[in-house]
Nanobody, 122 residues
Framework: QVQLVESGGGLVQAGGSLILSCAASGRTFISYAMGWFRQASGKEREFVAAISWSRNNIYYADSVKGRFTISRDNAKNTVYLQMNSLKPEDTAVYYC???????????????WGQGTQVTVSS
């Protein structure tokens, strides 16, 4: 089992920045790929970014490419999502996930956090 706890969400104005953190505990963090997903009200959960255990493979959704950066600190069992130039359409609950490989498919991730709300005002 892996337990994931997100933090860092909040209210920010358009154009602003936030950094989300996801702390993992339980089984060996380093062996898992880590991802960020988001779910806006009334919409399906969607892929945002993912990073392999080695950091060699990093992927972003087109909607966030160039604005968001995913990173991980294996010594701290933590994955981060730096979000810059935020837009109102980035408003959503952001979820951290752990899985065996990097994929955009939500069904392929094994563990999920509870989520953290990000609200971007115009």
């Amino acid at each position: 089992q892996v337990q994931l706890v997100e933090s860092g969400g909040g209210l920010v104005q358009a154009g602003g920045s936030l950094i989300l953190s996801c702390a993992a505990s339980g089984r060996t963090f380093i062996s898992y790929a880590m991802g960020w997903f988001r779910q806006a009200s009334g919409k399906e959960r969607e892929f945002v970014a993912a990073i392999s255990w080695s950091r060699n493979n990093i992927y972003y959704a087109d909607s966030v490419k160039g604005r968001f950066t995913i990173s991980r600190d294996n010594a701290k069992n933590t994955v981060y999502l730096q979000m810059n130039s935020l837009k109102p359409e980035d408003t959503a609950v952001y979820y951290c996930a752990a899985g065996s490989g990097v994929t955009i498919a939500t069904t392929r991730w094994d563990y999920w956090g509870q989520g953290t709300q990000v609200t971007v005002s115009s």
